[in-house]
Every structure is written in C-alpha cells, then in structure tokens.
C-alpha cells in the first residue's frame, strides 16, 4: 500500500506574527490603538507593500518598452 501523504510545512508568517504582537501590546495596555487598527493595520500595510511593488514593476516595464531603442545603443 502506498502512503500518498505529502509533508506539507506551514507556519505563521511575518503579518501573523506582527498581528499577535499587535493584539499583546493592545491587551496589556502598551498601545492604545482602535482594535481595527490592530487587527487590519498589518494585513493593510502587506497589501500597500505589494501595491507599490507592482506599480513600480509595471513603471519599469513600460518605461523599458519605449525606450528600448534607446539602451540598445
């Protein structure tokens, strides 16, 4: 019989852990931030990092595509 099990690994990544830190400094009374805040203030600032990455990503590509001529001299 064969074992088909696949090993998967998993784990909380940067914006979970900052979530929780987030949560801890809230609930001993270290920041005195809305709970929106800081619940959706980690998982917001993840999405503008990738908005900006993408932005320029895409300003790099149509600015090589007009002036691909020109580097090639």
């Known amino acids: 019989m064969e074992n088909n099990v696949k090993n998967t690994q998993g784990g909380v990544g940067f ?3 900052l979530t929780i830190a987030l949560i801890v400094l809230k609930l001993c ?13 980690p998982f917001l ?9 993408v932005t320029v990503i ?3 590509l149509y600015f090589l595509k007009d002036h691909k001529d020109n580097l090639l001299k």
């Open 15 to 17: 914006v979970g852990l």
């Open 29 to 41: 009374g270290v920041i005195d931030w809305s709970w929106w805040i800081v619940i959706l203030g």
């Open 45 to 53: 600032c993840s999405f503008a990092i990738a908005l900006v990455l």
């Open 58 to 60: 895409c300003g790099l």
